[in-house]
T-cell receptor, first 114, second 116 residues
Framework: GENVEQHPSTLSVQEGDSAVIKCTYS??????FPWYKQELGKRPQLIID?????GEKKDQRIAVTLNKTAKHFSLHITETQPEDSAVYFC?????????????FGSGTRLSIRP | DTEVTQTPKHLVMGMTNKKSLKCEQHMGHRAMYWYKQKAKKPPELMFV???????INESVPSRFSPECPNSSLLNLHLHALQPEDSALYLCASSPGLAGGPRLEQYFGPGTRLTVT
């Protein structure tokens, strides 16, 4: 089955700097890659996603890149702010015929230093 | 209504109790999910319902019993749980099915379950 690895497990950056989180997946048939942000005590919140027919997607300060050949995808946050502090999960969706299923990475705890 | 709601927010139950978790969405989504999340871990898929039919059961013990009464509601019936089942139980919904145009999943706030 699909396996998603995520690095680093913790990341501390200075406010205003950029943060990059990287993931790899094992199933070459996976075709959907969402990223979730989970603040302490809150629900996971979808922040951006990308499909396998697209190499890059941006939404304001957040961007995701996908390299299908290498089975890598990454989250880039620019001009980080204190409210970006949270746990970020990458995920991959293996292609099923009857339902969608996403496999999560282990998470990255991002801390923004003032 | 653009949110997934879950009740109760917190639940404490003994190992001999029977209880149920409830999840509701009114976004017209046709797939609904139950996840279990332990502290400092990612959500772990338990069940997927697609068009009110159980389509994925991730080898979950029978003490967890899902039910989808209609397209807006999802229940998780709990019976004879163990202390290690204590966790945050998250419900999610998504508009479409694999291969379709809409795969994004939206999570409810979760039920924090403690088994004593």
């Amino acid at each position: 089955g699909e396996n998603v690895e995520q690095h680093p497990s913790t990341l501390s950056v200075q406010e205003g700097d950029s943060a990059v989180i990287k993931c790899t997946y094992s199933d070459s048939a996976s075709n959907y890659f969402p990223w979730y942000k989970q603040e302490l005590g809150k629900r996971p919140q979808l922040i951006i996603d990308i499909r396998s027919n697209v190499g890059e997607k941006k939404d304001q300060r957040i961007a995701v890149t996908l390299n299908k050949t290498a089975k890598h995808f990454s989250l880039h946050i620019t001009e980080t702010q204190p409210e970006d502090s949270a746990v970020y999960f990458c995920a991959a969706s293996p292609k099923y015929s009857s339902a969608s299923k996403i496999i999560f990475g282990s998470g990255t705890r991002l801390s923004i230093r003032p | 209504d653009t949110e997934v709601t879950q009740t109760p927010k917190h639940l404490v139950m003994g190992m001999t109790n029977k209880k149920s978790l409830k999840c509701e969405q009114h976004m017209g989504h046709r797939a609904m999910y139950w996840y279990k999340q332990k502290a400092k871990k990612p959500p772990e898929l338990m069940f997927v319902y697609s068009y009110e039919k159980l389509s994925i059961n991730e080898s979950v013990p029978s003490r967890f019993s899902p039910e989808c009464p209609n397209s807006s509601l999802l229940n998780l019936h709990l019976h004879a749980l163990q202390p290690e089942d204590s966790a945050l139980y998250l419900c999610a919904s998504s508009p479409g099915l694999a291969g379709g145009p809409r795969l994004e999943q939206y999570f409810g706030p979760g039920t924090r379950l403690t088994v004593t």
